[in-house]
């Protein structure tokens, strides 16, 4: 029984592999450009055309309108973009007292000294 549904399953799995394959020759036939895109080739990507600007303008224009006052979520609806965009390049700045400050080598050094000095 178990051997029967392993070969019906095998013979299926073989069945997706010929269509998936011919269907990439019937594109490549076509001339349709499989893959992932080379940025090299200095066009704008997809998302550059959509925001009518460069990542690097918009991340300028994201961080201009959030130090004016402006909250995360004025911004998107004002540059038509999501929030989690935004989020993402608020928080890649760096703030005033990083974290990365407190994770020196000799910080983490006395605090091992005093986490082994209370347990002992």
């Known amino acids: 029984m178990f051997q029967m549904c ?9 069945m997706i592999v010929e269509r998936v394959n011919s269907g990439l020759a019937r594109a490549k036939a076509k001339g349709v450009k499989l893959g992932r895109g080379n940025k090299k080739d200095g066009e704008r ?9 460069s990542r690097a303008q918009l ?19 004002t540059l038509g973009i999501g929030t989690g965009l935004v989020q993402r390049v608020v928080t890649e ?23 082994d000095m209370a347990l002992e």
């Not at 392993?6 to 073989?14: L, S």
């Not at 991340?59 to 609806?77: C, F, M, N, S």
């Not at 700045?93 to 005093?114: G, N, S, T, W």
């Open 93 to 115: 700045q760096p703030r005033p007292f990083d974290v990365a400050e407190l994770r020196c080598p000799p910080f983490r050094r006395l605090l091992v000294v005093k986490r």
């Open 6 to 14: 392993g070969v019906f399953a095998e013979f299926e799995r073989a």
């Open 59 to 77: 991340e300028k224009r994201i961080l201009r309108l959030y130090k004016g006052g402006t909250g995360i979520v004025k911004i998107g609806k």
């Open 45 to 53: 990507s997809a998302d550059e055309k959509r925001w009518g600007m």
